[in-house]
């Protein structure tokens, strides 16, 4: 760097005639890719004159190309000494150098020298103020590191090869990763290294079963990898290296029905690029997809973009997740938690420890997210730290490394989260969904909606095979739980996590009711204050709900109906309950129901489904209901 100017100027700043033709001779040998002559030429420059600073500055570039810290240090040294304005960069790379070597106090009184020398180069004088701030944070994340002890995921996880990428399904049972190993008879990639997903599930004593290898189509003669998975594991999104795609790399799904992955299917040019498209993660709803592209229009190399689904079920055009999370470097491996608020991502842009650190950041509403803050020392390192992703419970944490005593190449650890960076706890409901008489499963539709503003949280379907479902629940929210399904009622559900996330998850059977006369359903997102038939605001995502069922099935007439516990006076109980199957009713002709498919009934206590002996039991038996009194013709 500095010894081409030099040379093309043929000004000196020695004047010994000796040592510049000895220079001269060797700034030839060099420029011939003779670098270890040169070496001992710029020596022999100096025994001659060792104020010849050039020669200086040339040793310190060479031993810097061959990253030998301590020699360059000498050279660059030597060159700024003997003059400190000569060759200003001087200052800037010894900085630099002492950084690697954690001598943070030096390389900002080097930073600063240059920043006080140097009043031209705004680029390098940008790097050395962000080294004034990443040599102040470096320190200080040193001195005060956060908890942290990974434990290796075990010979059922890892290999001599390299593992990466993980995905856990929210109930932290099932693990998808992505693996490169050398190409082989068992598997069909075209390339010698193969990267093909890998699945391990826990068994009965909560310890992984060995990693298998994904049958066909997911994985395929190309090579696939970089990989999210929805909270039930049975909807991938994940990039495929491919010169049949858009670009480089493309993002595909998948669905699994039963035991079967379909075909995979490109998701568009919306999302795809002809750049490199890679690395996805989709929030708990399956609405919002952030992924890492390299294509133009963003604030660096590889930033974080992210693209929704409208309401016709397409993804609209990808945007740029903005300079608060992007940087003129590179921004990879975004990870959304369930909870839906927290994000995890690598950068080598935001100040960190050095290489690629790990930052997490919080979502303050839908377009504006917080300042991303460091997960610390010594979880990110002076190397490139990647890959992270955390459990639902949001205590386990899981990333790749190649840094730590493994089995060979990069390795899967998990550990626990320390409380600071930890998102937002979220538990999970899982069952089957099944018909209420003849048991047979059915591919429901599940639907989570916070209550407080009506906003849906969560959307998944019950498996078409077997019934079975899995679906998030982040807490400090109170739900209704819908599950709905075309020729039966819906059911209903209401799920108080308001006061946290309780110690078991939710395991609950879904049985459907056929949409026969005589068939009722208890609404039970639908609330009243105590003695009073006034509709609380949290009612109206059920009776919506109801309303579009109605509007869905406009053959079906109804019956609404009031119940109370027996506290109380009777006739009190029973003007209560015909007041409240009346709000209910008004509610419904208000927004758009006819009102001869509607009727309503007070039953006072008179028609009791659990005990009033216990507050439980009364609460039970506080309800709301609607009966299907009549099918029309």
């Not at 069909?188 to 699945?199: C, K, L, Q, W």
């Not at 059915?442 to 095979?465: H, M, Q, Y």
Request: proline share 4%.
């Amino acid at each position: 760097m500095f010894g081409t100017t030099a040379t093309n100027a043929q000004r000196y700043y020695s004047s010994n005639k000796k040592a510049i033709s000895q220079y001269e001779k060797t700034m030839q040998q060099w420029l011939q890719g003779k670098t270890s002559q040169a070496i001992k030429g710029f020596e022999k420059t100096l025994e001659i004159a060792p104020d010849f600073i050039e020669a200086n500055f040339m040793l310190g570039d060479i031993y810097a190309d061959m990253n030998d810290a301590n020699n360059a240090k000498k050279y660059y040294l030597n060159g700024v000494l003997t003059d400190s304005a000569y060759y200003t960069k001087g200052w800037y790379w010894l900085a630099t150098f002492e950084m690697g070597d954690g001598n943070y106090d030096m390389a900002k009184q080097y930073y600063n020298v240059f920043l006080g020398l140097d009043t031209e180069n705004n680029d390098l004088q940008k790097l050395a103020q962000k080294g004034i701030q990443e040599a102040d944070f470096r320190k200080y994340a040193i001195t005060n590191p956060v908890p942290f002890n990974p434990q290796n995921m075990g010979r059922m996880i890892n290999t001599q090869y390299d593992e990466y990428l993980p995905a856990l399904t929210a109930d932290e049972q099932t693990l998808i990763i992505t693996r490169k190993e050398p190409s082989k008879p068992t598997t069909t990639a075209n390339t010698p290294e193969e990267e093909d997903f890998y699945i391990s599930t826990k068994d009965v004593d909560h310890n992984w079963t060995m990693a298998q290898r994904v049958e066909e189509p997911l994985n395929s003669t190309n090579n696939e990898g970089a990989q999210c998975i929805s909270q039930d594991g049975r909807f991938i999104v994940f990039t495929i290296f491919s010169e049949g795609g858009m670009g480089s790399c493309d993002l595909y799904w998948s669905k699994k029905v039963g035991n079967r992955w379909s075909k995979p299917k490109n998701l568009g040019s919306a999302v795809n690029s002809r750049y490199w498209d890679s690395q996805p993660s989709f929030s708990i709803d399956g609405k919002t997809l952030y992924f890492t592209s390299n294509r133009p229009g963003g604030k660096g190399g590889k930033d974080i973009w992210k693209t929704t689904l409208d309401e016709s079920g397409r993804w609209t055009k990808a945007v740029n997740m903005g300079e608060r999370i992007n940087t003129d470097k590179d921004e990879v491996c975004p990870f959304i938690h369930y909870d839906d608020q927290t994000l995890y991502f690598s950068s080598n842009g935001h100040v960190g420890m050095g290489g690629f650190d790990i930052f997490y950041c919080r979502k303050l509403n839908d377009s504006l997210w917080t300042m991303p803050a460091n997960i610390g020392y010594p979880i990110n390192t002076a190397g490139d730290e990647m890959n992270l992703i955390v459990g639902a419970s949001g205590s386990m944490a899981v990333f790749s490394s190649d840094k730590l005593e493994g089995y060979g190449g990069q390795d899967l650890y998990s550990f626990e989260l320390y409380k600071e960076a930890q998102p937002i706890p979220t538990t999970y409901m899982k069952g089957i969904v099944f018909d209420e008489k003849s048991k047979q499963p059915l591919a429901a539709d599940f639907r989570i909606i916070d209550l407080e503003n009506g906003k849906e949280v969560v959307s998944a379907f019950a498996d078409a095979v077997t019934g079975s479902f899995l679906i998030s629940l982040p807490a400090n929210k109170n739900y209704a739980l819908n599950v709905s399904m075309e020729g039966y009622l819906f059911y209903s559900e209401n799920i108080e996590l308001l006061s946290g996330t309780p110690e078991q998850p939710f395991l609950k059977n879904v049985p459907m009711k056929k949409l026969l006369v005589g068939e009722s359903v208890v609404l039970k997102n639908v609330f009243f204050e105590t003695n009073k038939y006034d509709l609380k605001d949290e009612s109206r995502v059920e009776l919506l709900k109801l309303r579009d069922f109605m509007q869905n099935n406009p053959a079906v007439i109804i019956e609404i109906s009031g119940h109370t516990d027996n506290v109380g006076n009777d006739n009190d109980n029973q003007t209560l309950s015909e007041h409240r199957a009346q709000a209910i009713y008004n509610f419904l002709v208000e927004n758009g129901i006819e009102a001869d498919r509607l009727s309503y009934k007070g039953y006072g206590e008179t028609l009791p489904i659990d005990t009033n002996d216990t507050e439980e039991g009364r609460a039970n038996n506080r309800r709301s209901e609607f009966k299907i009194k009549e099918i029309a013709n």
